[in-house]
């Protein structure tokens, strides 16, 4: 089944400590963005690519995708202060589709399978996102104390991509900056408005590249899946 995807792609990365966007670092022989672009280039059910970017990267936006062959790209619209932002800012310049996904660009390892599962749940119930269970105990503290451990097997982390009905995700991104709520990811938003949001076990090798240590376990993925 086919879809569009959002990628904001317009954050500063300051907790990687680059002094650029750590998107523009290199996995390997190439930019992170690139390994995020090119699953969805090479997935044949994607049918345009949104990259929200900031101003004064664009220009060089647009040579890595002639660079590496990205021709999915549908727009470059400018992202915004926070990511929710940069999300909102490419759900208005896209057209009405069935399925859209939203998925961090910094997350270069996602894989063509899990997007298969996340687009066909999206389209039979509205909303799927991905995540993995909890590995660890999970308590909860407060001034240094605990204060709860809580039921680990009701305890999921939560990835990209987030899949939706596109006028499920167009009215609760509206809904949210109409009252000025801001969510820390889309599942955030539709949840608001009552709707369930499902969710699809995806990969622990689906990391978003954060801080300088994921660079190391980035490069291991890449090699185990050399091999
Ligand atoms: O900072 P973090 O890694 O959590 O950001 C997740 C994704 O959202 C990144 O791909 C980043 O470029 C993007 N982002 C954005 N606009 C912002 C902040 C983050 O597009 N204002």
């Known amino acids: 089944m086919q879809y569009e995807v959002v990628l904001p792609a317009a954050g500063s990365g300051k907790r990687m400590g680059a002094g650029q966007n750590k998107l523009f670092l290199l996995l390997e022989d190439k930019p ?5 672009l090119e699953v969805f280039q ?28 990205i021709t999915k790209v549908k727009g470059l619209p400018n992202g915004g202060e926070e990511r929710q932002h940069s999300v909102h800012s490419c759900l208005k310049e896209m057209q009405q589709v069935e399925i859209v996904l939203v998925h961090d660009a910094a997350r270069p390892f996602i894989t063509k399978p899990i997007i ?16 993995v269970r909890a590995k660890d105990t999970m308590k909860k503290v407060r001034d240094g104390v605990i204060v709860e451990t809580i ?62 240590e994921d660079l190391v376990l980035g490069e291991a993925i890449l090699r185990k899946r050399a091999l």
């Open 116 to 131: 298969a599962r996340l687009v066909e749940a999206a389209s039979e119930k509205g909303a799927a996102i991905a995540g």
């Open 32 to 36: 992170i963005l690139i390994h995020t």
């Open 42 to 69: 090479d997935d044949e059910n994607c049918t345009g690519i949104w990259l929200a970017v900031k101003p004064e990267e664009r220009g060089f936006i647009q040579q890595l995708l002639k660079k590496f062959h």
């Open 151 to 212: 039921d680990r097997d009701s305890l999921w982390m939560i990835q990209t991509p987030q899949a939706f009905q596109f006028n499920l995700l167009a009215e609760a991104e509206d809904v949210a900056e109409k009252v000025g709520f801001l969510g820390t990811d889309e599942a955030m938003l539709v949840e608001r408005l009552g709707h369930a949001v499902h969710i699809v076990e995806a990969s622990y090798d689906n990391l978003k590249m954060t801080t300088k």
